[in-house]
Structure formats: structure tokens, C-alpha cells
């Protein structure tokens, strides 16, 4: 039975929920929060509140968004026929953050894992091909994760997407990575990049 | 503790943090193994990593774990990659049935209990899906796990009379009395399913077929009209049995009209 007055354990209880959060932590960003002025912890509790009833997906890709359509999606100068395909918006985060995608995205919300029970009904497949049905798609690119359940997603959408064949399907290079060492990638990455090896 | 070190091939994975995986191994001299690898997408700048940057689903690899059956969850120390099976991901048909080989194998085997010869079996197979031949190479495979782990069904003989039903055509099968039934007892069994008798055939020619390093020799060529009644029908038998419905059969199995499970 722990010793802490009731808020402070429910406190302690509700960050040790978080990922990477045991109760050691949770006891010590407690004790943090008490010790700030209250218009300072608060800040914390507004921001929870705000990015909880702000936040919302766009209704065209799915990226988490406070504006709707999101602000890549209402871009004029975005390039709508160019549409690559991500599991997450962190991937979407991750691709935006090299400046040279112009494209617009659509973000899965996941990826299928049958072992997982997770299914293409639980995805955002239905509004992908409604997007590209709509005609104003010329190419989608899987921006999908290089491993099993990636590729059973990608392959699973280039399937849906054959009966539309102005609409190219690509999918994202594959390879040794920026910067790193050949001794070191692994026997997959290898044959990646040999496969996929280019002409200089 | 002590370190042990295995082949191993790895049946189902859980991302539990950013770097750090909970996976289930199949590893070929100690069985089913569940291991926790942390920082296992950590990397160094130059791409180093103790785990080669991750295990994936099916990936065949070298482990180095902590070994001691008292805990349900040995650790990772280290995995070199052997094979990551790129050919298999090319075909998602390919990539259901391997999965559903894994699926299988995660539930019909327990923990720690080694089985070198399924291992070599499986380790062949997952290759072997990645060609033309998968489907009955996936058949062989499934009913070579089921006779492996006891759960092979009655195929020759009647489940309820015992009359020997080789060349007699059968009154169908039966999940709850694992096997076949003749035409005089199809009706005092009341979950029965019809089984096409050159189906029945089939599988009892497979199962006489001679196994040799880790692959049935003379394998005869199938297609779909024979290997997926074949599939469900087991598939409703080995989820009758086990008592829990599995994922894959949705996948790898297309649905029928009621009434039709094996026809």
C-alpha cells in the first residue's frame, strides 16, 4: 500500500502508463510537476487537452492534422497525382523532413499482420482507392516498411490498385544506407542493394 | 547465466519499444523459445548492431540467448542474419502461406521441446514457397507438422467402426473424431464434412511419399482446385482440436458456401 496522498499516486499511476515510463520515473516526473508553480505544470494538462481535441485525422491522407484538409493536402503547390503511401504519420514526419518529396501522402494507419489479426478493413485501403478512383492519381509510391508485413501490405495494395492501370505503382528504393559501412549491413540489405544497384 | 546458441527461425515478432523486440523463435535444438531483444534496432552511425538491425518474421538466423526453461522470456544477446527469405516477399500468396506455416507451428509445438527434423522441414519449406511448387509444398509441409506433433488425423480407416477405407470411397470426415468415416457410420456422425474421395487419396498418397533431408521426395504437382479444400478441411480440423480459431486460414483459404467445406 503505497504512502502518497490519492492524487498523487493517480498521477504517479497515469505517467507510469506511458511507454518507456516505469514508477520510479513516473514518481520522480511527479514530484517535478508538485515542486512547479501550478500555471506552470498546468501547461502540461492543457497541452494534453489541446493535442486530444484539436488533433484529428484529414479526411483526404489520414496525417494527424488541427486543419482540414491538413496543410500538405491544401498545398497548391504540392504535386495531388503523386501519392506515397506511409504506415504511420511519424513515417510521413520522417520523409518530409528531407525537403525533396513534393508529393502528397496517405497515411495507412498501420500496416496488415495477419498474425496480429490486424486486417486491410482496419486500415485506410477503402479511402485510398476512392482517392485514386476519383482519377486524380498518376502514380503511388509505397513508402511501406522493407519487411514481411511491409511488403504483404504493399503487395496487397498493388493488387487492389491493377485495375487502374493509369496509375503507376513504385515503391521506395531499398539498399545500404547513407553513411553506413558494407561490413556491417546485413545479408538482406546486401541483395537489396544489389538488385537494386544503379548505373553512374 | 548460461549462454546457448541455436539456428533459429523466428514465427512471430512484437515491437515492444522504439528498439527493443519480443519475439517467438523456433530454434532447432531447443524448441519454441520466447526472447526478448533489446536495442534490437539500435544501430551505431556505421550500421553495426548486435541483432543485424532487427529480426524480422521468418527470418532464419544464428541466435545467441540466455537459456534456462525455469522463464517463460530468455533474452537475446545476439542474431546474425542467414536468410530473410527476399524471394518469399515478392508474392503475397507466398508470404500467407509461410506465415500460416508459422502460425501453425507457433501453436501445435511447446515451448522448448526440440523437433530437428520439423526444423529442417520448415527451414526447406520457407524456401521452397518462394517457387511455382508452394502449394504442395505447403501441404507436405502442414500434414508433415501434424504427424510430427501427434496431431495427424485418421486417414485410412474409419474413426467410428474401424473399417479400412483405402479404395472405398469415404462418407466424409469428422474435426471432433479426428478422421475419416465410411458410408455405413456417416450417419450416427453428426459433424461430418464431405471429403471428395480422390481428395482423400491424395492425402493418403502424401503421407506415403518418402521425406529425405528436410523435403518430401516425388512431390506430385497441385493446383488450388486440390490443395484448398484440402487446406480448409484441415484447418477446420486442427481449429476443432486446438479449440481456438487461427488467423491465417482467412488469408490462405478462400470462403465457400455452407454445407461445402471439402468438396
Redesign the interface.
Known amino acids: 500500500m503505497s504512502n502518497y496522498a490519492q492524487s498523487i499516486q493517480n498521477l504517479m499511476n497515469e505517467l507510469a502508463r506511458l511507454?518507456?515510463i516505469g514508477m520510479r520515473s513516473a514518481e520522480r516526473i511527479a514530484f517535478h510537476l508538485l515542486k512547479q508553480k501550478p500555471e506552470e505544470a498546468l501547461k502540461l494538462a492543457d497541452a494534453i487537452r489541446d493535442v486530444k481535441t484539436r488533433i484529428r485525422h484529414c479526411s483526404v491522407c489520414y496525417n494527424l492534422t488541427e486543419q482540414d484538409p491538413c496543410h500538405i493536402c491544401s498545398d497548391p503547390s504540392r504535386d495531388q497525382g503523386l501519392v506515397c503511401v506511409v504506415e504511420q504519420p511519424k513515417d510521413l514526419l520522417a520523409l518530409e523532413a528531407t525537403g525533396l518529396y513534393k508529393g502528397v501522402y496517405h497515411v495507412l494507419l498501420g500496416r496488415i499482420s495477419?498474425?496480429e489479426?490486424i486486417e486491410p478493413a482496419d486500415l485506410t485501403v477503402e479511402p485510398l482507392m476512392r482517392r485514386v478512383a476519383s482519377g486524380t492519381v498518376r502514380e503511388v509510391i509505397m513508402g511501406l516498411n522493407p519487411?514481411?508485413?511491409g511488403?504483404?501490405t504493399a503487395?496487397?495494395l498493388q493488387?487492389l490498385l491493377a485495375s487502374y492501370p493509369n496509375v503507376q505503382v513504385t515503391r521506395l528504393a531499398r539498399g545500404l544506407?547513407a553513411?553506413?559501412?558494407i561490413e556491417?549491413?546485413?545479408?538482406?540489405?546486401l541483395?537489396?542493394a544489389i538488385a537494386g544497384r544503379q548505373k553512374m | 547465466m548460461a549462454l546457448a546458441r541455436d539456428r533459429c527461425i523466428c514465427l512471430?515478432k512484437f515491437e515492444y519499444?522504439?528498439t527493443s523486440q519480443i519475439l517467438t523463435l523456433f530454434g532447432r535444438e531447443h524448441g519454441l523459445l520466447r526472447v526478448m531483444a533489446k536495442g534490437a534496432h539500435r544501430?551505431?552511425?556505421?550500421?553495426?548492431?548486435k541483432f543485424?538491425?532487427g529480426v524480422?518474421?521468418?527470418d532464419l538466423g544464428q541466435a545467441v540467448f540466455t537459456f534456462d526453461t525455469a522463464r517463460e522470456l530468455q533474452t537475446l544477446t545476439e542474431w546474425h542474419?542467414?536468410?530473410?527469405?527476399?524471394e518469399?516477399?515478392?508474392?503475397?500468396r507466398s508470404?500467407?502461406l509461410a506465415?500460416y506455416a508459422?502460425?501453425l507451428v507457433s501453436v501445435l509445438l511447446e515451448a522448448h521441446d526440440p523437433h530437428r527434423e520439423l526444423f529442417d522441414r520448415m527451414e526447406h519449406t520457407l524456401g521452397a514457397l518462394a517457387t511455382p511448387r508452394r502449394e504442395e509444398v505447403f501441404l507436405a509441409f502442414e500434414l508433415e507438422l501434424f504427424r510430427e506433433t501427434g496431431y495427424l488425423p485418421e486417414l485410412n480407416a474409419c474413426v467410428s467402426c474401424g473399417q479400412v477405407i483405402n479404395g472405398l470411397p469415404a462418407g466424409g470426415f469428422s474435426p471432433s473424431r479426428s478422421g475419416v468415416i465410411c458410408r455405413n457410420c456417416e450417419a450416427v456422425v453428426h459433424d461430418r464434412i464431405s471429403l471428395d474421395p480422390r481428395l482423400l487419396r491424395l492425402l493418403q498418397s502424401l503421407l506415403r511419399l518418402p521425406r529425405q533431408q528436410g523435403a518430401t521426395q516425388r512431390l506430385p504437382q497441385l493446383t488450388r482446385h486440390q490443395t484448398d479444400p484440402l487446406n480448409r478441411l484441415l484447418a477446420t480440423y486442427i481449429q476443432h482440436t486446438l479449440g481456438r480459431r487461427l488467423?491465417?486460414p482467412?488469408?490462405v483459404i478462400p470462403p465457400v458456401q455452407a454445407g461445402t467445406l471439402a468438396r
Open positions: 511507454p518507456g495477419p498474425l489479426g519487411n514481411m508485413e511488403d504483404g503487395l496487397h493488387a544506407p553513411g553506413s559501412s556491417y549491413a546485413n545479408r538482406n540489405i541483395a537489396d | 512471430r519499444s522504439e544501430r551505431t552511425k556505421a550500421g553495426a548492431s543485424d538491425g524480422d518474421l521468418l542474419l542467414l536468410e530473410g527469405h527476399l518469399l516477399r515478392r508474392d503475397l508470404i500467407y506465415l508459422a502460425e488467423r491465417l482467412d488469408y
